[in-house]
């Protein structure tokens, strides 16, 4: 019995040293130290034994057991180890490789501007004009006639506005202005709107003027509007559009429709005031024009000038761009050059 135990562990050893996996292992085990497994069925004959031979025999059995449970987890510990490894080694991910670049769409710096400028009015009251108050496309009557600028005044000359051939007194609009009528004629005061949008003046093309460009319209009526609103919404919009420590100036001013006007100088953002190149040495920059609506304006419309007063503004939308991100030529907005835009 005890030859029959020592060539059963020749035998196992001889197949441990052979296996080739962990399935291979396993089936060794199975076949060997298994209940049903061949030294098992040795072990059963150990009750026909002397109690002597029982306890030789058995501590061999034993023993030799012990021996193929530690040499079948080696060799499985070494299996596992070299299969993990090979696991690792395939599924391995190089995180040094870089990722796909991904071009993205961006919004164009006037469409961004013209939107930063139309949510800080919209958060003072003011709402935007539908666009058909505020049309491209207009009559010499909303662009001129309705502003109060006269027949003989400059801005209507040919070397300054877009006529249409093809129909009389219809022009591309040089200023937004012409919404403000629109809104005025069809809306009774209170009356709080903005309307941006572009327009056309017949311009030799340079750094810093375009054939066309976008403004942004304020216009606010209601009763006991004075110049001191005015004011109060503008150095609001200009502290949160420059930021909070920016000093502003009214200076007196002309136009048409408003009377008084002023335009609105802000500190000089490249020279903090101590005058350059980009301020021309005056450490100030103009940022808008603005004033009271002309009594004549309200007339015209069919608002009562003893009830209602209002303040009206304009702004170009490059030159808040090109102030606030110091470009230097208008032109750049309008090449699509990609490098430039990708810049926003
Ligand atoms: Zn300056």
Redesign the pocket.
């Known amino acids: 019995m005890k030859t029959q135990l020592e060539n059963i562990y020749s035998s196992a050893k001889a197949d441990i040293e052979k296996a080739q996996s962990i399935s291979d292992i396993d089936e060794i085990r199975l076949k060997y130290l298994s209940r049903k497994g061949e030294f098992n069925s040795i072990k059963k004959g150990l009750k026909d034994l002397s109690d002597e031979d029982k306890r030789v025999v058995g501590a061999l059995a034993n023993q030799i057991t012990q021996d193929l449970e530690s040499l079948l987890k080696e060799k499985h510990d070494a299996f596992y180890q070299k299969e993990l490894n090979e696991k690792l080694r395939k599924d391995r991910i190089d995180i040094t490789l870089s990722g796909k670049y991904i071009p993205h769409g961006k919004v164009h710096p006037l469409t961004s501007t013209t939107n930063e400028i139309v949510s800080i009015f919209q958060n003072l009251g003011f709402s935007v004009v539908a666009p058909e108050l505020s049309p491209e496309v207009e009559t010499e009557y909303y662009n001129f006639d309705m502003l109060n600028i006269p027949k003989e005044h400059p801005a209507r000359d040919v070397q300054d506005t877009f006529f249409c051939k093809l129909a009389d007194n219809v022009v591309l609009r040089s200023q937004t202005s012409g919404a403000q009528i629109h809104v005025m004629e069809t809306q009774k005061p209170p009356i709080k709107v903005i309307s941006p949008g572009r327009v056309y003046r017949n311009e030799n093309i340079n750094a810093r003027k375009n054939n066309f460009f976008h403004q942004i319209e304020g216009l606010y009526v209601d009763k006991d509007i004075t110049f001191g609103d005015l004011k109060g919404v503008l150095n609001e919009f200009i502290r949160i559009y420059f930021g909070a420590a920016r000093p502003t100036r009214f200076r007196n001013s002309f136009f048409p429709f408003t009377e008084p006007s002023a335009e609105v100088d802000v500190q ?1 953002i ?2 903090q ?7 021309s040495g ?2 100030w ?1 103009e940022v808008l024009g603005c004033g009271m609506v002309d009594v004549n304006v309200l007339k015209a419309v069919g608002i009562d000038p003893e009830v209602y007063s209002g303040f009206a503004f304009g702004m170009g939308v490059e030159r808040l761009a090109m102030l606030k991100y110091a470009i230097d030529d208008i032109r750049l907005f309008f090449n699509n050059d990609k490098r430039f835009l990708e810049q926003f």
Not at 273 to 278: E, Y
Request: with cysteine; proline share 0%; hydrophobic share 15%.
């Open positions: 000089c490249m020279c005031g101590k005058g350059c190149r980009t301020c005056t450490g920059l």
